[in-house]
């Protein structure tokens, strides 16, 4: 008899259901003329993020990870391998024996630190997808124990960041900003652990 | 007949020499035996070939050839050593020597002897028997062989096909016997102990219908399968339906295939495999035996015997007591059943989508029937709005919205079919919608299961829209003009999400591409806004910032991540600007209609800057480059020629490293875009304008920087190409087609080269050679001064003429 997973998934949806409500079937109105689509988003709910006050994700306690069947896990999508966040660059299926049920292959390379990784998981299991984030920051300034001192959006200062251990990367952000460019770093960040992972110029194009 | 009883030495007895052979002897003779025999029987007739060996043995050829494959078939299913391959090289040739005769019977007309029909049945028995004990042995192994694991594999399909060809040969012997095995193994399924592991049986199950499935129906992908005729005409003895062997054979796997819809048996023995194998039998089965019945209807019934009453009945009995409604409403159950219970199996769910369920959608008379079936709209349903498929991989989404989008062309009241679409991509649209509009989408929008959400809805609109048809074009465009805002705001908010953005560009290209013939003025343009604005913000995130560099882990993705969203905008390019959508644009007088000039130049300013050098290496990065290029070139060539110094100089750089691109396909284009440049610039200055003369481009000269025409700069370069470089042959005339107008805009340059080359040659011999060539080059044919159809067309033989008297000597400097 097969598992049967819980279903990893819930529909987004506007409003918050009540447990055991069920998501009514959303049908849209055939418009008789094509309806008129302004792409300036003056919609009124737009209006309310101004009320809403929203905790920057490291505070929220929002779920690092997600469980994902592994079976819909793809090539360069992300999974956790030995609670470390991975990019997954093989997937390979075989099966457990000629009438055993499918299982996945994972080879992953560790987004942090470039170890590879591997996995061996029943496809019709869940795995945990690591919730992967990317912010741009603009570089204000280097300190002498090599730390980044990175502009945020809201105006404040991150001083928490180390240089990376890339040397192309670092020498980039060095030389650069010795000669007084304006630098963009990216930061990727998974699982309460952050890095600098690309450097950009504003300029040129 | 001599060379005949010449070699029959070397293959005779059979199972003595093949003996011989294991134990060491030279397996040469025995092939050379079997190509003897396939070689006589292409020569002959079927019958003739059977009587050649009675007048020196007592049996027909037939029979020899029988024994002969038999201990091939044992040879090579007993030995697995894969250096020994005596046993299939003889297996292959005898096969084909039974393809041969048997396909001449058919087409003879004449039906094989009574012994050369026991002999194809004793021959199908032991392959048969030999491949369901080889089946049981390797029950429990686990293998690597890609082989194994599919259902179809092509050598596999040959090999069994040919098995099913020998099979009909002796029909009405060989399918009872088939049926006889299967039931066994379906006694011993359900009578075993729930202790017993049934993997043996299950594994020689999986066997028998993929050879079943091949001996009662012919492959064929979308034709329109007959009936074999072997088997509509091979039972003439047959009265009554419940007698045929074919349909006894049927309905017992049809009925044993039934109990996989319950949930006790199913967990028991309806492993994954066997699920594959039961759903590829059946869609086979469904599209040969479930006859239109137009075409059964045709077939005469003459009286109650003969074979044309079995022909009859065989084309017509899975109708008979609603027997095809209760399979096509068992199918629509399976299919369900393998998408939601099976999780993970994406061999069987793709079988269920891409076999079974297209092989039902794809023939109008099923289709008709199954979209009105309850268990048709539970599955519609489910996909619409419930959460059960959702858990399917990507890919298999976006192929189940297609399947089911197809099945609204087959319901005949042109409302229903529209309603049906509404309700089925309504709530896919729908969700990404309010998805799209959700207030706090940007501090939700990068979690990992709304990225899956949003992808799989983009999936299932990308499904949609391929399945767009002049039935279904008015709605799918609505369920796109629907989207069109969300994908938008999807576009800025997954900016840094490449795998989102991609498949964003990827609907919009299979929406276009869909949509593009059916269009009307109003519905283009509001297509083009919408393409402009998604253009623009594409542009906007991905210009201006130069990267400097990434991390190492990130270094080799985010180029293979960047290929492929440049190339769905590519396509995306190519698309719009293909000549359906255009005609509309430059005729109507809509208002707010976006120039097609602005689209493209948006295109072209976000293209040029992202493709580097480094990316065109990339062979089908490049391939779409320059189609686009070349298309570009060729119908806008106005446009195009009048881009900001920068970007026309980037066009003009990327054909220059394109004309010595390894494949040919793009060196082609390369030479087309040259060649529609080149015509341009020659017809504008025939006209009095400018044409390209304000664009010039730099190249390193001997002085220094050199600034020259885009014409003499290019004409330098093909002559180069044409004279000192590996040129194939097979693009003369392209290169001739760009060559003609660069000769006539610079007719002065082209002299001067020519005199030096003919200067630095110093062999006399050459040197006059090569003179005569050129001036045959430029005059031969009554070459005059136009780019008219006769003259380019002449000056296509003129220069392969030239290149080949020059290439011998020319290549060598």
């Known amino acids: ?205 | 007949m001599h060379i005949l009883s010449a070699v029959i030495l070397w293959i005779e007895p059979p199972n003595v020499i093949a003996e011989s052979i294991r134990n060491g002897g030279s397996e040469s003779e025995f092939i050379d035996g079997c190509h003897v025999l396939l070689s006589v029987a292409s020569l002959t007739s079927s019958s003739l070939f059977d009587n050649l060996l009675k007048s020196i043995r007592q049996y027909g050829t037939i029979n020899l050839l029988s024994a002969l494959t038999s201990e091939a078939v044992k040879s090579v299913l007993d030995n697995q050593n894969e250096e020994e391959t005596w046993g299939s090289d003889a297996l292959d040739i005898l096969l084909e020597t039974w393809n041969v005769i048997l396909g001449e019977a058919c087409a003879d007309k004449s039906p094989m002897s009574a012994d050369g029909a026991l002999a194809a049945s004793n021959l199908f028995k032991i392959i048969v028997e030999s491949h369901l004990k080889a089946a049981a042995d390797s029950a429990f192994e686990d293998s690597d062989d890609a082989e194994y694991f599919h259902v179809s594999v092509s050598k596999r399909d040959e090999q069994l096909a040919l098995y099913a060809l020998i099979a009909r040969a002796a029909a009405d012997t060989t399918i009872p016997f088939l049926e006889q095995l299967f039931s066994e193994r379906f006694a011993r399924l359900s009578q075993r102990d729930v202790e017993n592991d049934p993997t043996r049986t299950l594994e020689e199950l999986y066997w028998l219908l993929l050879i079943t499935s091949h001996v009662l129906t012919d492959s064929g992908e979308g034709e329109t399968l007959l009936i074999p005729e072997a088997l509509q005409a091979g039972f003439t003895n047959v009265v009554e339906v419940a007698q045929h062997p074919v349909v006894t054979l049927s309905w017992s796997i049809i009925n044993f295939s039934r109990q996989c819809l319950d949930p006790g048996i199913r967990g028991r023995y309806f492993s994954p495999r066997l699920m594959e194998a039961v759903i590829w039998f059946l869609a086979r089965w469904v599209a040969t035996y479930l006859v239109p019945l137009d075409v059964s209807r045709e077939i005469d019934s003459v009286g109650r015997h003969g074979s044309q009453h079995s022909r009859k009945l065989l084309n017509s009995f899975a109708w008979d007591n609603n027997q095809g409604e209760l399979v096509l409403d068992f199918v629509v159950l399976m299919s369900m059943v393998a998408l939601t219970t099976y999780q993970g199996e994406i061999e069987l769910q793709t079988l269920t989508c891409q076999k079974l369920l297209a092989s039902v959608v794809r023939r109008k008379h099923t289709c008709a029937y199954v979209v009105q079936l309850d268990s048709w709209r539970d599955l519609t349903r489910a996909f619409a709005s419930g959460r059960s498929l959702f858990s399917l991989s990507g890919r298999l989404q976006r192929s189940l919205a297609e399947t089911l989008a197809c099945a609204a062309s087959c319901i005949k009241d042109p409302e229903a079919s529209v309603q049906y679409l509404r309700d089925l991509m309504g709530p896919v649209a729908g969700c990404l919608v309010e998805n799209a509009s959700r207030s706090d989408l940007k501090s939700v929008a990068h979690q990992p299961d709304v990225i899956y959400m949003v992808c799989c809805l983009l999936e299932r609109l990308r499904g949609a829209a391929r399945a767009t048809q002049p039935r279904t074009q008015k709605v799918l465009f609505e369920m796109g003009h629907t989207v069109m805002n969300s994908l938008l705001t999807l576009l800025e908010v997954y900016k840094n999400q490449s795998e989102v953005i991609y498949m964003i560009l990827k609907f919009v290209v299979d929406f276009i591409d869909g949509q593009a013939v059916f269009l009307d003025g109003k519905e283009t343009s509001v297509l083009m806004s919408f393409c402009l604005r998604l253009l623009q913000i594409y542009s906007s995130h991905n210009i201006g910032k130069v990267m400097l560099s990434l991390s190492s882990t990130l270094r080799s993705e985010s180029q293979s991540e960047k290929y492929k969203d440049l190339r769905a905008l590519l396509r995306l390019l190519t698309n719009i600007c293909s000549k359906d959508l255009v005609g509309f644009l430059s005729d109507s007088n809509i208002e707010g209609s976006p120039d097609i000039a602005e689209v493209i130049y948006v295109g072209l300013d976000i293209v040029t800057p992202l493709i580097s050098l480094d990316l065109l290496k990339y062979p089908k990065l490049s391939r779409d480059y320059f189609v686009l290029m070349s298309h570009l070139l060729e119908v806008y060539p106005e446009k195009v020629a009048h881009l900001n110094r920068d970007a026309f100089g980037r066009i003009t750089g990327s054909l220059e490293f394109g004309l010595r691109n390894q494949d040919g396909d793009v060196v082609e284009r390369c030479l087309t875009a040259v060649n529609a440049l080149a015509s341009y610039h020659f017809k504008e200055r025939l006209g009095g304008r400018g044409g390209l003369g304000s664009q010039v481009m730099e190249s390193e000269g001997s002085n220094g920087k050199l600034q020259e025409s885009i014409s003499s700069h290019f004409l330098r370069l093909l002559l180069q190409l044409l004279l000192f470089e590996d040129f194939r042959m097979e693009l003369a005339g392209s290169a001739a087609d760009a060559l003609l107008p660069l000769l006539f805009c610079e007719q002065e340059l082209y002299q001067r080269l020519v005199h030096e080359l003919l200067e630095k040659e110093q062999n006399p011999t050459v040197k006059s050679r090569l003179a005569l060539a050129f001036h045959n080059l430029t005059s031969s044919n009554n070459l005059s001064s136009t780019l008219d159809r006769p003259n380019r067309q002449k000056f296509r033989k003129n220069l392969r003429v030239f290149l080949g008297e020059v290439s011998g000597f020319m290549q060598i400097k």
């Open chain 1, 1 to 205: 008899p097969s598992i049967r997973p819980s279903l990893p998934l819930r529909l987004v949806s506007t409003t918050p259901l009540a447990p055991g409500e069920q998501r009514p079937l959303a049908s849209p109105d055939p418009p008789e003329n094509p309806v008129d689509f302004e792409f300036s988003g003056g919609s009124s709910e737009m209006s309310d993020t101004d009320e809403h006050h929203f905790e920057s994700k490291a505070d929220s306690g929002a779920s690092k990870t997600y469980p994902q069947q592994a079976g819909a896990i793809r090539k360069g999508g992300h999974i956790v391998i030995k609670a470390r966040p991975c990019k997954v660059v093989e997937v390979s299926t075989s099966k457990t024996g000629k009438h055993g049920h499918a299982k996945c292959h994972f080879v992953a390379i560790d987004i942090f630190n470039g170890k590879k990784l591997e996995d061996i998981v029943p496809s019709s299991h869940n795995c945990d997808v690591p919730h992967v984030d990317r912010q741009d920051y603009q570089l204000i300034d280097i300190t002498d124990d090599g730390y980044v001192s990175l502009l945020t959006e809201s105006g404040n200062t991150k001083d928490d960041l180390k240089l990376p251990t890339d040397d192309v990367l670092l020498g980039q952000i060095k030389t650069g900003f010795a000669d007084g460019k304006d630098l963009i770093l990216s930061v990727m960040s998974a699982m309460g652990e952050e890095q600098i992972c690309a450097v950009k110029e504003i300029g040129g194009g």
